[in-house]
């Protein structure tokens, strides 16, 4: 059965490298070679996933030319994400429903600055900023649970992941600019 291929993309190459010699590094007492699947997992960790398995459920990897078309976007779910943030743009309260929990967080995604990584404290300093119910954890956690920010495995390395946001996100997001928030 032949396999799909799966791009892979890194930011800083030279982090790439420091993070791979250091695993390989940690193997060192091992005398063999890493398997086909711990290299896999080795990529994924210095690219900033947990694992390959988790590298490969947050992105659709399939070519361009055999993605579906993205669907239009439900206006009524953006109305309802709306309602959530205040005149100034900030998130209110925490929705209770999935869905819209992460079209909440598109429109705090736009908000973070792209290119830039941030430590701990320093992201919890954006996201307070951007939200009025003080819990800058969820909003760090969930951001990258659904891939929308990456963080190294000692936590003190955040980035904005750059991708286009979801039919529904990038509504949320053109109405909270015009809404002037």
């Given amino acids: 059965m032949p396999r799909d291929p799966i791009p892979f993309t890194t930011g800083d190459v030279s982090a790439l490298a420091k993070s791979l010699r250091?695993?390989?590094?940690?193997?060192?007492?091992?005398?063999?070679v890493p398997s086909?699947?711990?290299?896999l997992?080795?990529?994924?960790?210095?690219?900033?996933?947990?694992n390959f398995q988790q590298f490969?459920?947050?992105?659709?990897?399939?070519?361009?030319?055999?993605?579906?078309?993205p669907a239009e976007a439900d206006p009524a779910a953006v109305m309802r994400a709306a309602r959530h943030f205040d005149p100034q743009g900030r998130l209110q309260r925490w929705p209770a429903?999935?869905?819209?929990?992460?079209?909440?967080?598109?429109?705090?995604?736009?908000?973070?600055?792209?290119?830039?990584?941030?430590?701990e404290r320093q992201i919890s300093d954006v996201l307070t900023a951007?939200?009025?119910?003080?819990?800058p954890a969820i909003l760090r956690r969930t951001l990258c649970h659904i891939g929308l920010m990456t963080r190294s495995l000692d936590g003190r390395d955040y980035r904005r992941i750059e991708r286009a946001p979801?039919?529904?996100g990038a509504a949320l997001i053109r109405h909270l600019r015009r809404t002037g928030h």
């Fill in 22 to 32: 250091a695993q390989w590094t940690a193997r060192a007492t091992q005398s063999q």
């Fill in 36 to 39: 086909h699947v711990e290299m």
């Fill in 41 to 50: 997992n080795m990529l994924a960790r210095a690219a900033g996933h947990r």
């Fill in 56 to 69: 490969r459920a947050r992105g659709d990897h399939r070519p361009p030319e055999d993605r579906p078309e």
């Fill in 97 to 119: 429903q999935r869905s819209i929990q992460d079209l909440c967080l598109w429109g705090l995604w736009a908000r973070i600055p792209a290119g830039r990584a941030f430590d």
């Fill in 130 to 135: 951007l939200h009025r119910f003080g819990d």
């Fill in 166 to 168: 979801s039919p529904e």
